[in-house]
């Protein structure tokens, strides 16, 4: 069974870029079965989808964080990544990697707090 | 962008009791509706895809059920296990969105 993780700072200071890093075990990022996304949930709200990024690269991102979001996979590593530049408050939240079809989120990673504060 | 609503907001319920939960959407999504259960430090789980197929795993005590516009998570005998918070999820158009939760506590 797919497993997933993310790693990264869990403190960002306000302008600053939001980097997260979800690693693969169980499977492998390159398989054409799998899409990998990352989803975000700030404190006492719901969860907000990120962005969704293809074992070919293609990329699919939420309008609201278009200018500011890059989602990329290291085949290499078995890893895929988000940064986010420019954060502010409101993007304190607990981020989560998944992955699975296009459509559906299978498989979550346990998801890490990340907060914005100077 | 499609917008899913969800009803009740809370229930509590006792062991063993049937809970019915709500997701509706703002337009016309076929079957692309999912479903996904949080517990506070846990990783999320999905328990049902495109409306009514469960995923691999999940207990047969939960179902899915609806097309279009309607769409009902039933929990069939709920467990003290099941205490967390429901979201769906639509996929038929980008942005992707979420409801915004049913919290089910155990009496």
């Known amino acids: 069974q797919l497993q997933l993780q993310e790693s990264g700072p869990g403190l960002v200071k306000p302008s600053e870029t939001l980097s997260l890093t979800c690693i693969v075990s169980?499977?492998?990022?390159?398989?054409?079965?799998?899409?990998w996304a990352w989803i975000r949930q700030p404190p006492g709200k719901g969860l907000e989808w990120i962005g969704t990024i293809s074992y070919r690269g293609s990329t699919y991102y939420n309008p609201s964080l278009t200018r500011r979001l890059t989602i990329s996979v290291d085949t290499s590593k078995d890893d895929f990544s988000l940064k986010l530049t420019s954060v502010t408050a409101a993007d304190t939240a607990v981020y989560y990697c998944?992955?699975?079809?296009?459509?559906?989120?299978?498989?979550w990673g346990q998801g890490t707090l990340v907060t914005v504060s100077s | 962008e499609i917008v899913l609503t969800q009803s009740p907001d809370f229930q509590s319920v006792t062991p063993k009791e049937k809970v019915t939960i709500t997701c509706r959407a703002s337009q016309n999504i076929g079957s692309s509706l999912h479903w996904y259960q949080l517990k506070p430090d846990q990783s999320p789980k999905l328990l049902i895809r495109y409306a009514s197929q469960s995923f691999s795993g999940v207990p047969s005590r939960f179902s899915g059920s609806g097309s279009g516009t309607h769409f009902t998570l039933t929990i069939n005998g709920l467990e003290a296990e099941d205490a967390a918070t429901y979201y769906c999820h639509q996929s038929t158009a980008l942005p992707f969105t979420f409801g915004p939760g049913t919290k089910v506590d155990i009496k």
């Open positions: 998944a992955s699975g079809g296009y459509e559906s989120f299978d498989y």
């Open positions: 169980g499977g492998s990022i390159s398989s054409s079965s799998y899409y």
